[in-house]
């Protein structure tokens, strides 16, 4: 076989294996919510964050999740997770459409909030056989995530806001794309039409993901919510690895893409305020630069779900509309940081 034909039969062998982790995520999901009450309504006063053990009879005993305390972010667990759930849903849409040309069941888009739709989308011409398997991959993983946060959510989950994922010169990818200087005036920029707009498609979107569960986890109140969303942050942290590798390996013999990661990166760090939490892919030394971390931390750098916002709507200003989300989004949490 050639090297590629092996690399390709390789990720079908993990997709396979993964499937049966992802099968346990799912089910883990539906008894949280079920069976341990991790979706709760907002207990205030409520400061006892730990789980406590519940008599069973045995010797053994199962711990239960405090109901959602407010964090110390000002809100509640399930404010927090309903945030995560439209950055989930977005991201989730695109994918889907992306790899399968398809998007979410509507069983999957109702709840409470301002039910919306997806504009545009559409199946993308991947012709790199590595880089459509990262898209199917990551549009299950996607999906399992607003799986997951509804179950856990349950009747407290946010419907589907509205969504604008179009190829069109004023959509909101065409917007990012100007903003970052890939484009001019009056230009589209379509994320479905080769593989490269769609690795900067996801590279737009996966860092922002990174770090907006590192900003959210020390909000959380319950320590069992903590580890979920912890889960949820190793899991967006593997996807941006992929891409940023994708784009990287691709911008050796295309510089191009390279450059692009770092307009994208500085267009992203331009909208989310005066503090540096962004980089691209190109190399630093002798080095390459997959992982972002911080240099004096090691660890990846968070942005507060104001932040996330800005980069959501397009917009530094302090707006509750715009950009992916052209209506805004469901939950509690609604406005980007006044920059």
């Not at 692009?260 to 980089?279: C, M, T, V, Y």
């Not at 931390?297 to 052209?326: D, E, H, S």
Request: proline share 4%.
């Amino acid at each position: 076989m050639t090297d590629e034909t092996q690399m390709v039969a390789a990720l079908d062998a993990r997709a396979r294996r993964r499937e049966e982790r992802r099968d346990f995520f799912r089910a883990f999901g539906a008894v949280a919510a079920v069976g341990t009450g991790l979706a709760l309504t907002s207990c205030g006063g409520n400061s006892n964050n730990s789980p406590t053990p519940t008599p069973s009879g045995s010797a053994t005993a199962t711990p239960t999740p405090t109901p959602s305390a407010t964090g110390s972010s000002g809100f509640t667990d399930n404010d927090v997770l309903n945030f995560a759930l439209n950055l989930e849903y977005l991201e989730a849409q695109f994918y889907a459409f992306a790899a399968n040309g398809t998007g979410l069941a509507s069983t999957l888009l109702t709840g409470s909030g301002t039910a919306g739709t997806v504009t545009g989308g559409r199946k993308a011409n991947l012709n790199d056989p590595i880089v459509a398997n990262y898209a199917r991959e990551i549009a299950q993983d996607e999906l399992a995530h607003v799986e997951f946060l509804r179950n856990a959510l349950g009747s407290s989950a946010i419907a589907m806001p509205t969504l604008d994922i179009s190829a069109t010169p004023t959509s909101a990818f065409s917007n990012a794309a100007r903003a970052a200087g890939l484009i001019g005036q009056g230009a589209t920029f379509d994320p479905y039409e080769n593989d490269d707009n769609f690795l900067l498609a996801a590279y737009l979107f996966e860092d922002v993901g990174v770090t907006a569960y590192r900003g959210a986890i020390g909000g959380l109140a319950n320590a069992l919510i903590r580890q979920v969303a912890s889960g949820i942050l190793a899991a967006e942290a593997y996807h941006a690895a992929m891409i940023r590798s994708a784009v990287f390996m691709r911008g050796l013999t295309t510089p191009t893409l390279i450059d692009a990661s770092e307009a994208i990166s500085k267009a992203r760090d331009d909208l989310d305020g005066q503090s540096d939490l962004d980089q691209g892919v190109r190399p630093i030394g002798d080095r390459s630069n997959i992982m972002p971390f911080d240099a004096t931390t090691g660890l990846p750098y968070g942005r507060t779900t104001g932040q996330v916002l800005n980069i959501a709507y397009l917009n530094r200003n302090a707006v509750t509309t715009g950009g992916f989300f052209p209506a805004g989004v469901n939950g509690a949490i609604k406005s980007s940081a006044a920059n």
